[in-house]
C-alpha cells in the first residue's frame, strides 16, 4: 500500500508565501497564507472574503421571489439546487403547496445539475494533479448537461428556474430526448474517465493517504455531503431526510471505504463524487420512467408573498457541495427580516488550517481541489 | 427525541431558571421550527451537557446564526445528532448596549468561523473565542453591515444624487 511520505522538517530560513488569489489551484478567489520551511507548510491560513457581496443583506431589503437570481450566484455550479433549496425555505415560510409534475422537474434538474458539478471536479481535480486529458473528455459530458438545462431555463450557468410553487417553464419534448440520450452514453463514458484517472498510479500515489480526515473531525468541523460520506459517515439527506419526492427513487448512498489508502483521504473523496455520479444517473432514469404526462409546472402562488409575522424556518438539502442552508426569519411584511445562508463550502473549508499542518505544498494543492471549493458560497 | 423531550431533559438537569422560552412547532399560519431559548450564562454548559449526554449526544453544529431582533441580538444554534438523528434549535440573546455570548467555538470546531462571520456581520462579541477577528469583511472596515441601523458608506452620496 502506498503511504504518502513524511515530510522532515529543513530547519532553514521559514517563508511566508501568499498563494492566491490568484493562483489556478485555490479555485477562485482564496488566499491561502502559507508558513513555509522549504516545501513544508508548517501553518495555512485560509484568507476569505474576496467575493463577499454581502447577500445576506442584500437577502433583507429585497421582496421573498426578487431573490432568485442572488441564489444562483452563490454556488454558481450548483445553481439549480442553490435555486431549489431557497424556493423550499420559502415556500415552508409561506405555506406553498407544489405539484408533482414540478417536483418530477425539479429533481430532473437537480440531479442533472449535480453530475455537471461532479463532472467539473472531475476534470478540475485532474488537473491539479498535472492531468490534463480528463478535462476536455469532462467537458464533453458537461456540455450535454448544459445543453438539456438551456433549453428548459434559458440560461447555461446561472439558471433561475426553480422557483416557489414550482418552475419557472413547463419540461420540453426536446430536453427530455437529449436527457435520454446523455443517460444512455454517461455511464460507459464515465467508465472511461475511471480508467483514464481513478486508477491512474501517478494519481493514486498523489491523492491517497493526503489529507485524511477522519470521522469524528469530520462531523466536529461541520463536513456535509460528498466530503462527510468519504469519511465514513452514512448520511444523505436525500434518503435519510427526505424532501421533495426523493422517497419515491431507489438508489444508493456510497460512502468512502479507503479503496486505495485510508478512509477520508483525498482520493475517497474524490472518488465519492465518481460513486454518486452513477447514482445520479440511476435517480433520472427512474425520473424519467415515472414523468408524469400531464400537471402544471407551476401552482398558485400569490404575486407578493407576505409570510406570518414571527414565522421562522431553517431548511437544508443536499446540494453538489454539501448541505446548503437558508435560515429565514419573518417579520410579516413582504421582505424577509433575516436571511441566513449556511454554505457547505464555508465549513468545509474551515479545517484546512488544522488539516495541513507539516504537509507539503504539493499535498496542500491536492487537498484543496479534494474540497471542491466554490468561492461565490464561501464568500457570499 | 424529540424537541419537547430534549426540552424536558435541560430543564430537569438545569432548573427552570436556565430556559426563558419554549416554542413548540407552528402550523400553517404561523410557520416556525421549534426552538429554546436559554440564559446566556448556561449556554456552555447546556451545549457541553447536550454534546456529551448519550440520550442527546449532538455531534454536529449545523449553523450558527446571529440576528439582530428588535429587542436583543440573538445567536441561534441548529444543532443535529448523527447518532440519534434527531435536532435541536438553541437560542440565545444578548443586550443591544453590549452584545455578548459565550463561544462554543472549545465545542463544536465548526463554531470557529460561524462565530466570527456573526461577529464580523452583526458586531456580537463571542466570549473565549481563540480569534475573533473578522473574516468576510477586512480588517479595517468600520461597523457591522447587517445592523439595522447600518449606513452604508455611500449613503450619504447616494442622497445627493437622489437615490
Known sequence: MATAAQPKPLQGEPMTVFMGPQHPSTHGVLQVKLYTDGEIVNRAIPNIGFLHRCKEKIGESLEYQAYLPYTDRMDYLGAMNNNWTWALAVEKLCGIEVPERAEYIRVFVGELNRIASHILLLATFGLDMGAWTPLLHCFREREQILDILEELSGGRLCFGYVVPGGVNQDMTPRAMELAKKFIAQFPARLDSLNQLLSFNQIFIKRTANVA???????????????????????WDMRRDETYSIYNKFDFEIPVGEGLKGTVGDCWDRYYQRILEMYQSIKILEQVIEGFPEEGQHKGKVPARLKPPKGGEVYVRTECPRGELGFYMVSDGSNTPYRMKVRGPSFCNLSILEELTKDMFIADLVATLGSFDLVLGEVDR | MEHLEIFNLLREKFGEDAILEHIVSGDEKDPRDPFILLKTDTLEDVC?????????????????SGVEAPECFES????????????????????????????????????????RESYDLLGINYEGHPDLTRILLGDAWE?????????????????ELGF
Open chain 2, 76 to 115: 441561534v444554534y441548529h444543532l443535529f445528532s448523527f447518532k440519534h438523528k434527531h435536532y435541536v434549535t438553541l437560542k440565545v440573546c444578548a443586550s443591544k448596549s453590549n452584545p455578548s455570548v459565550p463561544s462554543v467555538a472549545s465545542i463544536w470546531s465548526a463554531a470557529n468561523w460561524h462565530e
Open chain 2, 143 to 159: 461597523g457591522h453591515p447587517l445592523r439595522k441601523d447600518y449606513k452604508m458608506p455611500e449613503h450619504d452620496r447616494l442622497k
Open chain 1, 212 to 234: 485524511i480526515v477522519p470521522r469524528e473531525m469530520a462531523i466536529d468541523y461541520g463536513f456535509t455531503g460528498p466530503m462527510l460520506r468519504a469519511s465514513g459517515v452514512d
Open chain 2, 48 to 64: 457541553r451537557f447536550l454534546r456529551d449526554d448519550e440520550r442527546t449526544a449532538f455531534d454536529m453544529l449545523h449553523c450558527l
